[in-house]
């Protein structure tokens, strides 16, 4: 299994309260991806990185922002949750750009906002 | 708009039966497509893929097939088993700018009756 470690794996928390997710991988792959899965829309794209501290904005990044300072570790934030973002939400990794290689998902992370 | 679509959001087989998936997709441009397996609380799984230039790639029980001028790819399961009772997602690879791009389609549930 691909090295990828997803925190808090379940997450409640308030309307307005600002929340932060942790992807964590140990495969030292340049790209890395937030994706949300909600029920009849399958997996979408939140954002990107493709390098440190480069990021970029997927289909449905309005509310959220990203930050990675460093190759493993890529962060999403809810600066000010709603309850439309509950959600689960799914880390994914790649390594070459355009290559046959497959993005790896890490396991999720269940958050409801109240 | 969704480019990718699963049409059948669920799918009961019996074991040693074959398993048929369904996906379509409408933007041309894709040119890498993948299958992926999800169980619930986990993260998808990487299963079976075929690029644009290929119409079939088989992977043990596992078949894709790929009609182009039908926008069209199909997931054969044969025989089923009831460890393939899961959740089954087909994405699309498309380019932004920056990155390559997955579009999931919303995901067939199938379960393999003893």
Request: aromatic fraction near 12%.
């Amino acid at each position: 299994d691909a090295g990828i470690t997803q925190s808090p794996r379940h997450k409640v928390t308030e309307t307005g309260t600002p929340v932060t997710l942790r992807c964590h991988q140990t495969e030292n792959h340049r790209y890395m991806y937030w994706y949300r899965q909600d029920p009849g829309h399958g997996l979408r794209l939140i954002h990107y990185s493709y390098g440190v501290k480069d990021t970029d904005k997927g289909e449905v990044s309005d509310g959220y922002s990203v930050s990675r300072s460093k190759t493993e570790d890529f962060l999403l934030t809810l600066e000010s949750a709603t309850s439309s973002q509950t959600s689960v939400y799914f880390c994914a990794i790649s390594d070459q750009w355009g290559s046959n290689q497959p993005q790896h998902f890490g396991d999720g992370t269940r958050l409801s906002i109240l | 708009d969704q480019q990718v679509k699963q049409n059948s959001p669920s799918l009961s087989v019996q074991e040693g039966r074959i398993s048929i998936l369904n996906c379509d997709y409408t933007n041309s441009m894709f040119d890498y497509f993948l299958w992926y397996k999800k169980y619930p609380a986990e993260g998808p799984t990487f299963l079976i893929s075929i690029s644009s230039i290929k119409d079939k790639n088989e992977d043990g029980r596992f078949t894709v097939f790929l009609n182009k001028s039908a926008k069209h790819l199909s997931l054969h399961i044969v025989p089923s088993q009831p460890g393939d009772s899961a959740v089954y997602f087909c994405a699309a690879r498309g380019y932004s700018s920056k990155n390559e791009k997955l579009t999931f389609g919303t995901g067939t549930r199938l379960t393999i009756i003893p």
